[in-house]
């Protein structure tokens, strides 16, 4: 294909088709390789597109030169990137010259993108002078990156809202010293003077700050302007003690669809910049901090700030994970909720341990005397070793099969999140519950406990109906649907 569209494209017929076509086909790297052999080092065709009438044809060509990966084109993109007086066409021009090196005119782009920023755009203009500041940004922070701010404001008073799930929020609340706490539908919100302690609380999702104003307009220039006259830039200060430029992201959590809602987040962080004279810098990927807008019922937005400058810490052990493993926050949940059924030095087991972190969190919170873990996954097994070392425990685990596991005593507590049915039919899934029970009490001692996480309800309440050696002592609802729950279940003597 690519042969025959350089023929066509020297005939010059369709130069815009033909540009798009090969623009799409040196995506790959075979395609490139044979683009370059056709052109025996003449690139002419391609560089004298860069001065045709129309637009799209100058763009279209300078993506194909980029692609070609050759440096020699860093003159000519950079010279026709400067003469371009169309102001879409631009950013077509700094997308190719990321793609080769543009060192010899990197101070020119930092000039460039010093004017741009304080060019107050017409509104028709808007959307491409954000297009060409969001790739000069790119080609002049490359290879750096942008965070450089770390919390700093530990002995400051803050309102908060810690999240967690719309169950058990009181867990959350309790472990908070030395601060006010009120509960909430999804969280606590605590005003605390002692911020440092609760980033160690293991059982809320995120720390989230509110901002001095409750609604936003759903418009997103009026949303920006709202946003800079608000305590936001005053709490960055004050958290981290700087008075510079912060890299911030928005995450717009609304019903609108998706292409309304991006436009949206791109027109309002675009304003929010110019609103705040570029203490706030838009990035997509190095930001440090999180401006999210929750949509309310009269499409409204609450606005709520999340750090990203914390030296998170709780689960710094969690290195390792696979895609059934439980949230480590939900782990530390159901760990606080059965504690007052768990014993210290007991040997305790994990039959489906996955990454480890179930073990981990119950011996953060009542030390155990021995622990083993059994998976049948390898790569799951792999990483709770990983996870466990750092955690600086120790736990004995084995790549094997639970009811095939034998062991020469017994256990005191069975702590395990059950699989998912997966692809098992709900018969299976049964089965797979009764041959978990009848294992659990060949294995447990007399006055053994286990602690189960489950989303099958029916099938746990129907062993514990059959199995006449097992009581119920608690039973917890884990989420507003229902749909998981925690059991602490005792052999009976």
Known sequence: MVKEQYESLKAGQSLRKDLIALKQELKGEEARKELLELLQGDYSLLTGLLHH????????????????????????????????????????????????????????????????ECYPPKEEEEKHIREELFA????????????????????????????????????TAAQVKGGKTVLLKSGVRVITSHIKPILDIPTYREILFPLNIKKLEPEPKAAAKALAKSNLLELLEKAHKAKDSFYFRLDIRSRMPLAKRSDFAKKCSFALEQETNHRLY????????????IE???????????????????????????????????????????????????????????????????????????????????EAIDGAWENTRLAGKHVNYIQRDFFTFQHEYLFDEI?????????????????????????????????????????????VKKQLRLRKEFTLFQEYSMDEKDSYNLFVIGKKN
């Open 53 to 116: 009438e129309e637009p799209k044809v100058r763009g279209n060509a300078a993506i194909v030169l980029g692609r070609l990966l050759q440096d020699e084109f860093a003159a000519p993109l950079y010279e026709a990137y400067q003469r371009e007086e169309k102001l879409f066409v631009k950013s077509n021009y700094l997308s190719a010259l990321a793609e080769i090196d543009y060192s010899a005119y990197r101070s020119q782009l930092e000039e460039r993108l010093k004017e741009l």
């Open 136 to 171: 000069l940004r790119a080609l002049v922070h490359s290879g750096q990156r942008n965070q450089k701010h770390r919390f700093q404001g530990y002995d400051e008073t803050y309102e908060i809202i810690l999240t967690t799930g719309k169950q058990h929020q009181e867990v």
């Open 282 to 293: 838009n990035s997509t990927s190095d930001y440090e901090v999180e401006i999210r807008l």
């Open 296 to 378: 309310g019922r009269e499409g409204t937005f609450l606005p709520l700030v999340k750090l990203y400058t914390f030296k998170e810490e709780r689960f710094a052990y969690r290195k390792r994970w696979v895609s059934a493993s439980i949230r480590p926050e939900q782990a530390a949940l159901i760990v606080h909720l059965s504690k007052p059924y768990m014993k210290e030095k007991a040997q305790i087991l994990d039959p489906f341990c996955g990454v480890g972190t179930m073990l981990i969190e119950r011996d953060r919170v009542c030390p155990a005397r021995v622990m083993y873990g059994i998976d049948t996954f390898g």
């Open 415 to 459: 702590i395990t999140n059950m699989p998912d049915r997966g692809q098992k039919s709900k018969e299976e899934h049964d089965s797979f519950y009764g041959r978990f029970f009848e294992k659990a009490s060949e294995i447990l001692t007399e006055e053994g406990k286990i602690i189960l996480y489950s989303n099958e309800k029916n099938y």
